[in-house]
């Protein structure tokens, strides 16, 4: 979310990576539930819609409004000073988008998933990730990992400067403790919708062998490892790559323009094409795509086999 933010002089924008995240979990709960949203007549009236709207609109977007009301500063990225500065349409604009974005990236998966694209319905989820990441960890001017790490509730209220942040400080803060309560009542959700979900596709589908479908352990370290460790090292590897540029160049919006482009090309030809690192963790999820031969692909999907 991009606006205008009254009030505040240092900065004239606001970008909010709250509607990039909600889109990764729809399109993540949907991947999960990609043989069983390819049996459905309509995407929109089934169990796993409703899943992923139940999830949306009781946790996500009421944790957004309430770190929104709680901690102003932090959920701007450090824009807004008070509450007050915000405008009732663009409040409202935030609760509703947390949850159409997210309706959003379950609709674009679940058109991969109708086209038989398994492997496509989990890059998907993979890419926005990587993207939420990157708001974070690099913002629009290089600082946003200062901004996520500065809790200015812990220090009275005192606004954040560029170059100021917590660093590890950071998991000792209000902020810190509230997302970690936050976490404690999405996990049972989020595990149902990825591990239960990708389990019971894999079981209903009679290509696959009872000992080929993944155990709840390897798929709770790919799902989650891909999403909080991997996703967030290539957002770092991008962010790094736009830091660097932007200083040979003297441009912070060079940094962009060049960093990002070449990143994304990079990452699709080393680490997404069909084989490489970030196939192979999703083929651990999805195990075939309709039509393979799963006997000689392997159910591992491994750099030596035929990739899916």
């Known amino acids: 979310m ?33 043989r069983q949203l390819q049996k459905q007549k309509k995407i929109f009236d089934n169990r796993w819609y409703v899943f992923n709207l139940l999830f949306l609109s009781v946790f996500f977007a009421p944790s957004g409004l309430y770190l929104l009301s709680q901690f102003v500063q932090w959920e701007t990225m450090q824009v807004a000073q008070t509450f007050s500065d915000l405008p009732a349409w663009l409040v409202c604009g935030f609760a509703i988008t ?4 997210g309706i959003l990236g379950y609709g674009t998966t679940c058109k991969l998933i109708k086209k038989g694209k ?3 319905a989990h890059a998907n989820w993979m890419w926005s990730w990587v993207l939420f990441w990157f708001i974070l960890v690099c913002g629009w001017d ?6 996520f790490l500065y809790d200015s509730s812990m220090f009275g209220g005192e606004l954040w400067t560029p170059g100021r942040h917590m ?43 009872a000992d080929q479908v993944p155990g709840v352990v390897r798929l709770l370290a790919v799902v989650f490892g891909t999403q909080w460790v991997v996703c967030l090292g290539l957002a770092i590897v991008a962010a790094l790559l736009v830091m660097g540029l932007r200083t040979l160049s003297g441009s912070t919006l060079m940094g962009y323009l ?15 094409r069909r084989g490489m690192p970030m196939h192979v963790l999703a ?3 999805y195990v075939q795509e309709p039509g393979q031969d799963i006997d000689r692909a392997g159910p591992e999907g491994g750099f030596g086999k035929r990739p899916a």
């Open 118 to 120: 398994y492997y496509a």
């Open 98 to 101: 947390n949850v159409t974005q």
């Open 2 to 34: 991009v606006c205008n933010t009254p009030g505040n002089p240092r900065e004239g924008s606001m970008v909010q990576v709250d509607i990039v995240w909600a889109y990764s979990f729809g399109a993540t709960f949907a991947a999960c539930s990609a």
């Open 283 to 285: 083929k651990q999820l």
């Open 167 to 209: 660093g590890t400080g950071f998991l000792s803060s209000n902020v810190w403790f509230t997302l970690l309560a936050m976490g404690v009542c999405f996990a049972p959700m989020l595990i149902h919708g990825t591990v239960n979900f990708l389990r019971e596709g894999a079981r209903m589908d009679p290509a696959i062998r």
């Open 142 to 147: 290089c600082t946003g990992y200062q901004r």
């Open 258 to 272: 060049l960093g990002v482009p070449t990143f994304i090309v990079l990452a699709q030809l080393l680490l997404f």
